[in-house]
């Protein structure tokens, strides 16, 4: 996985990105996430994943960002809505099915440098 990025690298990463504490469903870019929503909010779908799921711990779902107190840094790609989400568990994080919705995401792995 390489070095941990520097916290000079973080903050600017971090000055350059939303904040997941203000993520809304539709919003495609860079995401930062500090990790103070650990447990907190529901995740539909098992990528894509249902728009209005916790961004955070839906990117944590995927593999994209890990558990604990490093921020994570990732991408949000924003799709068309599926016709069914089917739920799992991964990475320490259950998401649940769900039926149609009108907007997907998925994530991307974004490197702090």
Request: proline share 4%.
């Amino acid at each position: 996985m390489g070095n941990a990025p520097s916290a000079e690298q973080l903050a600017k990463y971090k000055n350059s990105s939303l904040p997941c504490t203000s993520y809304e469903a539709g919003y495609e870019g860079q995401v930062f996430c500090d990790g103070r929503c650990e447990q907190q909010g529901t995740v539909w779908g098992t990528g894509p994943y249902v728009a209005d799921s916790c961004v955070c711990r839906a990117a944590r779902h995927a593999g994209v960002i890990q558990s604990g107190s490093n921020p994570g840094c990732f991408k949000v790609v924003l799709k068309p809505g599926a016709d069914k989400y089917d739920g799992s568990e991964a990475h320490g994080v259950k998401s649940y099915s769900c039926a149609q919705a009108t907007h997907s995401i998925t994530f991307e792995k974004v490197e702090v440098k």
